[in-house]
C-alpha cells in the first residue's frame, strides 16, 4: 500500500543535525578553531574571499570551517552574506604602483628596478610530502630583511616609454556592477574583469590553458606578478580629502602578448591584466590570459571561434555558484516531468509498434 | 532573524524586482532583465520565484509552497520556512486559503481566483535557449517575432516521430506576441496558463522576470493537423477516483507494480475528506 512521503522537515532537521556532528567529525580530535584557518590554510581563505567577492579573513575561514572544507560551498556561504551588506560607497581605485610587495616577478626581464622578489612561493619547492609536519614542530624562523624603500615601479610602465605596450587609456568613469545590474552582452571590458575575478579558479584556469594550447593563442609573457598590500582609500565628503580605511593584501598580473598588428593596430605587445584578493596568482595569471584572449575585437584580431575568445560563453560559465546550484538541482524531484515524459516514451513505442504490426499484415 | 528585513530581501531590492514584475505584466510574456540577488539557496533552487514572492508578500499574506504539487516535498518544505522564518506569513497547504503561491513543475488543479498570485520557479527562462544557446541571437529573436525556429523544431519533432515529443516545459504564445516558456510544468497544466490569477515567473541565475496577467491569452503551439493535447496518464487517480488530474506513477512492488496518485496533494486531500474514493482506498481495496 502507498504510503504518502509525508515528514519532508523532519527529514531535514535531521539532515542537519547529522551533517552538523559530521563537520565536527571525532570529538577526540580538537576542534579547528578560525584564527588556525585562517593563518595555516591563508591560501583557502584567499580563494574564498576572491571568489566571495568579499574581503574578510576571519568571515571565510568561518565559511570553510562551517562547509567542512567544500570550498564552492564557504564561497557560497560568504556570497549569500555579502548580499545582504549594505553599501556606504565606493572606494578610490586602489593604486597597486604603491603595493607594499611581498613577491614581485617579472619574466620578461632578467633584473628589474625594484629587483626580482621570491617571496612565499611554492615555485621552487620539491613536491615531496613533508613527513616532519606531520610531528606538529615549529619550523625555524626565515631570516629577515630590511624592506626596500621606495616604490616598485611597473614593468610595463617600461615598455611603454617606447611605446612598444598598447597603451591602456585611462578612464574615470564610474564601472558598472555586476551584482546591481543584469548581465548583458556585449558586456565591456570592466564587467568581464569583474566576472573574471570572482569566476571559478579551475574553470578561468581551464579557459587560460586553452588558449595556451592553441585555442586562439596569445603568446603571453608574465610581465609582472605581484602580490602585496595596498591601502583602501574613500572620499569623505564631509572632509574634502580621502581617508585610509584599511588595506587589502592584492595580486595582481600583467601579461606581455606578443601582436604582429593588425587591419587596425600597428605590431606592439598587447596587455592582458589579472586582479585578484588574496595571495592568489594562478587565478591572476589564468584571468589575464582570458582578459586578452576576449580582446580580440578591440585589437581587431580574428575570431578564431574559440572558446576563450567567446564573452557570453565565457561569462555566462564563469561562476562555480551559478554553476553549481543548477547542476546540483537536478537532485530535486523531477519526477512530475519524468511521468509526463514516460509517457510520450510509452506513446510514441506504441505508435511504433502499431505501424510496423499494420505494415507487416499488409 | 531579527537582523534581516521583512521577507529578507531589503526594501530597495524589492523595489527593484517589483519595477521588473510591473514590467512584466504590461508586457504579457516578455523576459525582463533584473538584478537578481544572490539567495542563502542555491541557484537552480527557486531563488528565481523566492525573490519575485519575497517582493509580493505583506504581512497579511497566507502562503503556499508546493514543488511537483505537493507541499512535503523537501524543497518545499524549505521554502516554506525560509518565508515562515524571515516573513512570519502565515502558510497554508490549502489551494484556495492561499494568497501567494509558489510552485515549481506544477499548477494547482484547482481553479484559481482574482485574488492570487501564482509564482513559478523557473530554470531557463528562454524558450528559444535550446535552438539557440545565444542570449545575444534570442533576443533579437522575440523582438523581431522571428519564430520560425521554433515551428521548424515542432514539425521536424511530427516528421520524426508523429507527434511533437514535448511532454513539458511546451512553449506557449502570449497574447499572440512573446513565445514564452512556461516553466517545466507538463504540458497537461499548459491550458490553465489562461487564469483569473496573476501569473509571475522568476528565474534568478538566468536573472529574468515574465509575467501573465489575469484573464491573458496563452496558446500551446501547434499546427492545425497536429492540434495540442493535454495528456495526462490514462488512468483515475488510486486515492480519491479522479480522472481529470495529473497523476504520479508509483512503483509499489519489486514485480513493477503501479498505482497511480495525484500530484496535487492538497487537490487529492481534499477530494478525499469529501468522500470520493480511488481503487486501493483502504475502504474500496477490501
Redesign the interface.
Known amino acids: 500500500?502507498?504510503v504518502?512521503?509525508?515528514?519532508?522537515?523532519r527529514?531535514?532537521d535531521n539532515a542537519h543535525a547529522w551533517l552538523a556532528e559530521e563537520r565536527r567529525g571525532d570529538r577526540g580530535v580538537a576542534e579547528l578553531s578560525v584564527p588556525q584557518i585562517r593563518e595555516q590554510l591563508a591560501l583557502a581563505v584567499n580563494r574564498v574571499m576572491a571568489e566571495g567577492s568579499l574581503y574578510d579573513p576571519d568571515l571565510a575561514a568561518l565559511a570553510i570551517k562551517q562547509a567542512r572544507g567544500d570550498m564552492i560551498e564557504a564561497i557560497?556561504l560568504i556570497?549569500?552574506y555579502?548580499?545582504?551588506l549594505?553599501r556606504f560607497g565606493t572606494s578610490r581605485p586602489v593604486n597597486t604602483g604603491a603595493m607594499v610587495c611581498d613577491r614581485r616577478i617579472s619574466a620578461t626581464f632578467k633584473d628589474v628596478p625594484g629587483g626580482q622578489v621570491l617571496g612565499p612561493t611554492f615555485d621552487y619547492t620539491h613536491r615531496l610530502i613533508d613527513f616532519a609536519l606531520a610531528a606538529e614542530g615549529e619550523p625555524p624562523r626565515a631570516a629577515e630583511a630590511q624592506a626596500q624603500a621606495g616604490e616598485m615601479p611597473r614593468v610595463t610602465d617600461y615598455l611603454n616609454l617606447d611605446g612598444l605596450i598598447q597603451p591602456e587609456p585611462e578612464d574615470d568613469e564610474t564601472p558598472p556592477d555586476m551584482?546591481?545590474?543584469?548581465?548583458?552582452?556585449?558586456a565591456g571590458r570592466a564587467l568581464r574583469l569583474q566576472a573574471l575575478t570572482r569566476g571559478d579558479e579551475g574553470f578561468v584556469l581551464g579557459m587560460a590553458y586553452s588558449t595556451q594550447r592553441g585555442y586562439a593563442k596569445n603568446h603571453p609573457f608574465v610581465g609582472e606578478l605581484r602580490i602585496g598590500t595596498v591601502a583602501v582609500e574613500v572620499d569623505i565628503p564631509e572632509l574634502g580629502f580621502a581617508v585610509e580605511i584599511g588595506e587589502v593584501v592584492l595580486t595582481e598580473c600583467e601579461t606581455v602578448n606578443q601582436f604582429t598588428g593588425s587591419k587596425t593596430e600597428p605590431a606592439q605587445f598587447t596587455r592582458g591584466y589579472g586582479l585578484v584578493f588574496g595571495q592568489s596568482e594562478r587565478k591572476a595569471i589564468s584571468m589575464a590570459l582570458v582578459d586578452r584572449a576576449l580582446r580580440w575585437q578591440e585589437l581587431g584580431e580574428d575570431n578564431l571561434g574559440a572558446p576563450a575568445q567567446d564573452e557570453?560563453f565565457v561569462l555566462?560559465h564563469a561562476d562555480n555558484?551559478?554553476a553549481?546550484?543548477?547542476?546540483?538541482?537536478i537532485k530535486?524531484?523531477?519526477?512530475?516531468?519524468f511521468?509526463?515524459?514516460?509517457?510520450?516514451v510509452r506513446?510514441?513505442r506504441a505508435?511504433a509498434r502499431a505501424s510496423q504490426e499494420r505494415e507487416a499484415a499488409e | 532573524m531579527s537582523a534581516y528585513n521583512f521577507a529578507y530581501l531589503d526594501e530597495q531590492t524589492k523595489r527593484m524586482i517589483r519595477r521588473a514584475l510591473l514590467k512584466g505584466i504590461a508586457i504579457p510574456g516578455y523576459q525582463v532583465p533584473f538584478a537578481s540577488r544572490e539567495m542563502p539557496m542555491p541557484y537552480g533552487w527557486g531563488t528565481g520565484g523566492v525573490q519575485v514572492t519575497a517582493a509580493c508578500l505583506t504581512p497579511e499574506d497566507r502562503l503556499k509552497v508546493i514543488d511537483q504539487g505537493a507541499d512535503d516535498t523537501t524543497n518545499a518544505v524549505s521554502i516554506r520556512k525560509f518565508f515562515e522564518t524571515t516573513a512570519g506569513v502565515e502558510t497554508t497547504e490549502r489551494t484556495r486559503a492561499a494568497t501567494v503561491i509558489q510552485t515549481r513543475h506544477r499548477i494547482p488543479e484547482e481553479p484559481l481566483g482574482e485574488d492570487q498570485i501564482l509564482v513559478y520557479q523557473v530554470p531557463i527562462p528562454e524558450p528559444l535557449r535550446f535552438l539557440e544557446p545565444r542570449e545575444t541571437e534570442t533576443r533579437r529573436m522575440h523582438a523581431l517575432e522571428e519564430y520560425g525556429l521554433m515551428h521548424v523544431k515542432l514539425y521536424e519533432d511530427i516528421a520524426r516521430h508523429g507527434a511533437i515529443a514535448t511532454s513539458y516545459a511546451y512553449p506557449v504564445k502570449v497574447e499572440g506576441r512573446y513565445v514564452m516558456d512556461p516553466s517545466p510544468i507538463p504540458k497537461f497544466d499548459n491550458p490553465k496558463l489562461e487564469s483569473a490569477a496573476i501569473q509571475l515567473f522568476g528565474a534568478g541565475r538566468e536573472q529574468r522576470i515574465y509575467a501573465i496577467p489575469p484573464h491573458t491569452r496563452v496558446v500551446s503551439l501547434d499546427f492545425e493537423d497536429h492540434p495540442f493535447v493535454a495528456s495526462k496518464a490514462d488512468h483515475a487517480c488510486d486515492l480519491c477516483g479522479a480522472d481529470h488530474s495529473y497523476l504520479d506513477e508509483v512503483i509499489v512492488d519489486d514485480a513493477g507494480g503501479r498505482m497511480f496518485v495525484c500530484s496535487d496533494t492538497d487537490f487529492c486531500a481534499t477530494r478525499q475528506a469529501e468522500g470520493h474514493r480511488g481503487r486501493l482506498s483502504p475502504e474500496a481495496a477490501e
Open positions: 500500500m502507498y504518502a512521503v509525508k515528514g519532508g522537515e527529514a531535514i557560497f556570497r549569500a555579502r548580499t545582504t549594505p551584482t546591481r545590474a543584469p548581465m548583458e552582452y556585449p557570453e555566462s555558484i551559478q553549481t546550484g543548477f547542476l546540483e538541482h530535486l524531484p523531477h519526477y512530475v516531468d511521468q509526463s515524459e514516460l509517457e510520450l506513446r510514441l505508435e
